[in-house]
C-alpha cells in the first residue's frame, strides 16, 4: 500500500534555532517528492519538487534531501522565524503522470516557532 | 498567492443539504484538482478534472461530483450532506498531465461546516 509517514507529528523550536522534519515513504512506483507549507486554515505552498536522480533541492532556507534508496526526505530550516509556524506536508507521486490522483499526502509535520 | 481563488471562503450547512463550491484556476492551468482535509489530517484527492473531463477519482461517493468549464474554472457539489463532510476542501490547479511533475498550485480552500 502506497504511503506516506511523516515525524515528528509536532514540533516546537525557539525563534533562530534549525530544525529538520522527515518523510518515509512506500511509493511505487515513484514519480517525485513536494515539500508543501501549509499556514493554518489556508492551503498548502510549494516549497521544492525533487525528482528521483536529485539528491537536494534548496528554497531559501528551507533544503529538502532525498535518499531514493532508503525511500527518506527530510526538510531542513535554517534559522527558523516565527513566520515559519505551520503544517509542513510531505507528497509522493505515484508513478508517471497521469491523473494527480496519484499524489499521496503525509499527515504533516505542525511546527510551532516560539520567540 | 498562487492565483487560485475559491468560494466562498466559509460555509455552514446542515445535514442533508446540497452545497456547490466553486474554484477559479490559475491562468493558462487546464487541469483542476478538488481534495478534502479533515482537521490534523493530509489532504485527500476527491477528483480531477482535465479539459472539462474527469480524469481520476479518489475513494469518495457518487454524492460527491464536479464540473469544469471552458474557462477551466471547477465546481464542487456534495449532495446530502454528512456530518463527517465538515473539513476544508481544496482545489489545486496545474498544466496538463505530462512526466507527472507538473506542480500543482492551491487555492486558500472553503472551510464547510455541517450541523
Known amino acids: 500500500k502506497n504511503q506516506v509517514e511523516q515525524s515528528p507529528q509536532s514540533l516546537i523550536i525557539l525563534e533562530g534555532k534549525n530544525c529538520t522534519l522527515q518523510c518515509n515513504y512506500t511509493v511505487s512506483p515513484f514519480s517525485n517528492l513536494r515539500w508543501y507549507k501549509q499556514d493554518t486554515g489556508r492551503g498548502p505552498v510549494s516549497l521544492t519538487i525533487?525528482?528521483?536522480?536529485?539528491n537536494t533541492k534548496s528554497n531559501g532556507r528551507y533544503t529538502a534531501t532525498l535518499d531514493a534508496d532508503t525511500k527518506q526526505s527530510s526538510l531542513h530550516i535554517t534559522a527558523s522565524q516565527l513566520s515559519d509556524s505551520a503544517s509542513y506536508i510531505c507528497?509522493?507521486?505515484?508513478?508517471?503522470?497521469?491523473?494527480?490522483?496519484?499524489?499521496?499526502f503525509g499527515k504533516g509535520t505542525k511546527l510551532s516557532v516560539k520567540p | 498567492e498562487t492565483g487560485v481563488t475559491q468560494s466562498p471562503t466559509h460555509l455552514i450547512k446542515t445535514r442533508g443539504q446540497q452545497v456547490t463550491l466553486r474554484c477559479s484556476s490559475q491562468s493558462g492551468h487546464n487541469t483542476v484538482s478538488w481534495y478534502q482535509q479533515a482537521l490534523g489530517q493530509g489532504p485527500q484527492f476527491i477528483f480531477q478534472?482535465?479539459?472539462?473531463?474527469?480524469?481520476g477519482r479518489g475513494n469518495f461517493p457518487p454524492r460527491f461530483s464536479g464540473l469544469q468549464f471552458p474557462n477551466y474554472s471547477s465546481e464542487l457539489n456534495v449532495n446530502a450532506l454528512e456530518l463527517d463532510d465538515s473539513a476544508l476542501y481544496l482545489c489545486?490547479?496545474?498544466?496538463?498531465?505530462?512526466?507527472?511533475?507538473?506542480?500543482?498550485?492551491f487555492g486558500p480552500g472553503t472551510r464547510l461546516t455541517v450541523l
Open positions: 507528497v509522493v507521486s505515484a508513478g508517471y503522470g497521469g491523473s494527480q490522483g496519484n499524489l499521496i
Open positions: 525533487m525528482t528521483f536522480s536529485e
Open positions: 478534472y482535465y479539459r472539462e473531463e474527469e480524469n
Open positions: 489545486a490547479s496545474s498544466l496538463d498531465l505530462a512526466g507527472g511533475g507538473n506542480e500543482q498550485f
